[in-house]
């Protein structure tokens, strides 16, 4: 079991480019999935397979994960996409989540 | 579509077991293809993976939270619970069950609405 380090706050412009990342040892050996949770809702799914959109996922939303960072990038971010994110280890045996970065939209 | 929906009591006292269910519909527990999971977040914090069980009744638990908890599937095949002992004021949480997709590297797909949680006495 190990500890997912993410930024606490990230602030960005409406339409420029938002990255997030999420830290830990060897992690570009492992599955990392991305949740949104906007204020009061539950969270919801927005990539998997450290790359992958589910469906109804806009295309601005992308995924990476090598080494020992995985990053959530937000293309040509919206006013909508203000929301607290969060990365998991999605393997099967475990379902960590990292530490939750505050995405505001300025 | 699949649903999920929590349910169980919205206070508990400290020392004694917080018992959840999360009721499916429009699917079953007993389906291979998932896993299911529950979820908490604690007032103003972030998300804590609390563990899964996969229809086998395999279980997959948090260590940090191992001692205390446990995760069964109900017979009637549309619920699952969960259990965590000896509660304190650190339990205390909006609770989510939600469901994986049983491949590696699938995220959790389907939420429920989320059930407060307050240990007090």
């Known amino acids: 079991s190990y500890g997912l380090i993410q930024p606490p706050s990230l602030s960005v412009s409406p339409g420029q480019t938002a990255s997030i990342t999420c830290s830990a040892d060897?992690?570009?050996?492992?599955?990392v999935c991305w949740y949104q949770q906007k204020t009061g809702q539950s969270p919801v799914l927005v990539i998997y397979?450290?790359?992958k959109r589910p469906s109804g996922i806009p295309e601005r939303f992308s995924g990476s994960n090598s080494g020992s960072t995985a990053t959530l990038t937000i293309s040509g971010t919206q006013a909508m996409d203000e929301a607290d994110y969060y990365c998991?280890?999605?393997?099967?045996?475990?379902?960590?989540f990292g530490t939750g970065t505050k995405v505001t939209v300025l | 579509q699949v649903q999920l929906q929590e349910s169980g009591p919205g206070l508990v006292k400290p020392s004694q077991t917080l018992s959840l269910t999360c009721t499916v519909s429009?699917?079953?527990?007993?389906?291979?293809?998932?896993?299911w999971s529950w979820v908490r977040q604690p007032p103003g914090k972030g998300l804590e993976w609390i563990g899964h069980?996969?229809?086998?009744?395999?279980?997959?638990?948090n260590p940090s939270l191992q001692s205390r908890v446990t995760i069964f599937l109900d017979t009637s095949n549309i619920q699952f619970s969960l259990n965590v002992t000896s509660v304190t004021a650190a339990d205390t949480a909006v609770y989510y069950c939600?469901?994986?997709?049983?491949?590696f590297g699938h995220g959790l797909d389907v939420w429920g609405q989320g059930t407060t949680v307050t240990v007090s006495s």
């Open positions: 998991q280890a999605c393997d099967s045996g475990t379902g960590v």
């Open positions: 060897n992690l570009g050996e492992n599955y």
């Open positions: 397979q450290d790359a």
């Open positions: 429009g699917g079953s527990v007993s389906s291979p293809d998932y896993y």
């Open positions: 069980i996969y229809y086998s009744g395999r279980t997959y638990y």
């Open positions: 939600a469901r994986r997709f049983y491949d």
